[in-house]
T-cell receptor, first 111, second 113 residues
Framework: DAKTTQPTSMDCAEGRAANLPCNHSTISGNEYVYWYRQIHSQGPQYIIHGLKNNETNEMASLIITEDRKSSTLILPHATLRDTAVYYC????????????FGKGTKLTVNP | DAGITQSPRYKITETGRQVTLMCHQTWSHSYMFWYRQDLGHGLRLIYY???????DKGEVPDGYVVSRSKTENFPLTLESATRSQTSVYFC????????????FGPGTRLTVT
């Protein structure tokens, strides 16, 4: 079973920041937090990942709490094209790194 | 074109028929994966492969067969299709390096009647 808990759905206004939370209270020391998204009918797309430090790339920022039990994915200026299901996944490093997808958060960006 | 492709994109078949879904990647990634996605279940791993001639079961392997004779191809065969195998199938690949960053194909929508 997925090791993460995410809200079922969220809404965000276009141009505003979208903050998507994820709870992973049972995460262990060698596990990373990965975020993917899936736009309708397309394959999932990797967004970002982190271990304990905050991370930023061209798509998003990832904030991980100091105790690593939760994290937040931030899309700084959401657009209509960011409407998708967002998955937070905990991954053990050093092997096949199989992904276990939960149900994710359906983010709807409204005009 | 570079990337990961799946064929066919859409397939309708009858119960009991054998059907093969193709996956091809041009990056020479070591790992390849097959997932299925059903309404209400998210993506579930069927089979994966760490390299040519090395395959292993995922969460839901029953009714499926895979092979990997070449690094770039990872076909998925339904030996005798059932209605419960109606789903969207996604193939993915990743380099042999440590990390959970996988690259997904566009998917194959399979309907078993």
């Amino acid at each position: 079973d997925a090791k993460t808990t995410q809200p079922t759905s969220m809404d965000c206004a276009e141009g505003r920041a979208a903050n998507l939370p994820c709870n992973h209270s049972t995460i262990s020391g060698n596990e990373y937090v990965y975020w993917y998204r899936q736009i309708h009918s397309q394959g999932p797309q990797y967004i970002i990942h982190g271990l304990k430090n905050n991370e930023t790339n061209e798509m998003a920022s990832l904030i991980i709490t100091e105790d690593r039990k939760s994290s937040t994915l931030i899309l700084p200026h959401a657009t209509l094209r960011d409407t998708a299901v967002y998955y937070c996944i905990v991954v053990s490093q050093g092997g096949s790194e199989k992904l276990v997808f939960g149900k994710g958060t359906k983010l709807t960006v409204n005009p | 074109d570079a990337g990961i492709t799946q064929s066919p994109r859409y397939k309708i078949t009858e119960t009991g028929r054998q059907v093969t879904l193709m996956c091809h990647q041009t990056w020479s990634h070591s790992y390849m994966f097959w997932y299925r996605q059903d309404l209400g279940h998210g993506l579930r791993l069927i089979y994966y492969s760490a390299a040519a001639d090395i395959t292993d079961k995922g969460e839901v392997p029953d009714g499926y067969v895979v092979s990997r004779s070449k690094t770039e191809n990872f076909p998925l065969t339904l030996e005798s299709a059932t209605r419960s195998q109606t789903s969207v199938y996604f193939c993915a690949s990743k380099p042999g390096l440590a990390g959970g960053e996988q690259y997904f194909g566009p998917g194959t929508r399979l309907t078993v009647t």
